[in-house]
């Protein structure tokens, strides 16, 4: 059985959501309940390459991957979980004098926010990252702090913990209305029942476009399906290999076990719900690594997977309280850099619950920014 009132109702049961109701249960709220239709980090999160990182072009964003790198680096501490947490750093290949430019603009940012990131030569970046070519090659950006952990140990230790502060988590239950009086959430509905609330936080990811039409709240996030591979175990690969992002054709790689994860855009993927894998985006993967690694082409593809990444108008994310209803908070949109942004995101959410002021002002990510055409581009995105 579902319980029959909640305080809040966390809908979601990725990163965000277990986060959200981990930061809320440990904070006191009594009555939380998570509702996840499906598997506990069965969304989008169990598909995320696993990259945590602070370098980003827009200050917002520096701060929240900043603030969930610290979370990350004490998560073990804080929950007993452990995560997996490599901190090789992310490294970012760059081949154009206007990308170079921009990367020098965001490394001072990034600096100037106590992030310790820093442009190098292609020589520097062949030495951290020794499967890559440095053809074409003009400078590249490292930050040693960054690196990558994995998602669904995240999403256990933050559900196992909002459990041991008194938080229910609901499993294989799926929301199939909000009910709202006025401007008054009054419960949500569940395939196990009704549960009475005043409060919804919606972190459904993709498919938080729908969530939101039921309390008549108008989220814009598409699905967009984005692919990676795992190869055989490559001979003599550096334990410390960073994240090497390819930033012209968006390649990128990182060590998985004795092999590499690697996975790039696809600019002919059309946005939909459709997880399985298919190979016509290879010949554009293969034509990046010939481009920037050839070695890579040489390894065999051991396995793959196919995710959903979660995309807003400028690929930024959203994240605020609905104006048109009363207590209906959403984290969502976040466009492939969610799993970083989960630790952070917790924190801010709950504040906004709480009638607190949070550690850094997302008012700009609020939903009604398209509507008040105030976008906010992010440039540093794979």
């Not at 988590?169 to 199939?176: D, F, G, K, P, Y």
Request: charged share 20%; proline share 7%.
């Amino acid at each position: 059985m579902s319980p029959r009132t909640a305080d809040v109702v966390v809908i979601g049961g990725g990163v965000m959501g277990t986060s959200i109701a981990r930061h809320l249960a440990s904070a006191g709220v009594p009555d939380v309940v998570l509702v996840e239709r499906d598997e506990l980090a069965s969304g989008s999160t169990s598909k995320a390459a696993g990259g945590v990182r602070a370098q980003f072009s827009d200050e917002l964003n520096i701060r929240l991957g900043a603030r969930s790198l610290e979370a990350f680096g004490r998560f073990e501490r804080d929950t007993g979980q452990h995560i997996g947490l490599h901190r090789v750093g992310y490294l970012f290949l760059l081949s154009t004098p206007e990308e170079v430019a921009s990367f020098e603009a965001s490394v001072r940012l990034q600096n100037s926010l106590g992030v310790p990131s820093r442009m190098i030569d292609p020589a520097e970046a062949r030495r951290l990252s020794p499967l890559i070519t440095t053809d074409g090659l003009l400078a590249a950006a490292f930050s040693p702090e960054d690196g990558h952990c994995t998602p669904e140990s995240v999403v256990h230790g933050y559900a196992a913990d909002a459990r041991r502060h008194g938080a229910t988590v609901l499993r294989h239950t799926e929301v199939t209305g909000i009910e709202v009086r006025g401007q008054d959430i009054t419960a949500v509905v569940t395939t196990r029942g009704r549960i009475a609330t005043s409060t919804v936080i919606c972190a459904a990811g993709a498919w938080s476009r729908a969530v939101g039409a039921m309390a008549g709240v108008d989220l814009p996030v598409e699905p967009l399906r984005r692919q990676i591979a795992v190869t055989e175990p490559v001979p003599e690969l550096p334990p410390d290999l960073p994240m090497t992002i390819d930033f012209t054709t968006s390649l990128y790689f990182h060590g998985e076990g004795p092999g590499l994860l690697l996975g790039m855009s696809d600019p002919d993927e059309r946005p939909g719900f459709d997880t399985a894998t298919h190979d016509r985006w290879i010949p554009r993967l293969a034509e990046a690594m010939r481009h920037r690694a050839p070695v890579l082409l040489d390894l065999r593809r051991t396995g793959g997977w196919a995710g959903l990444y979660e995309i807003t108008p400028d690929h930024n994310a959203l994240i605020g309280e609905a104006t048109s209803v009363s207590r209906f908070l959403y984290a969502t949109g976040f466009s492939g850099h969610g799993f970083l942004q989960g630790p952070a995101v917790g924190e801010v959410v709950r504040d906004l619950y709480l009638g607190r002021v949070p550690f850094v002002d997302i008012s700009p990510l609020s939903a009604g920014r398209f509507a008040a055409d105030a976008p906010r581009p992010e440039a540093n995105r794979v």
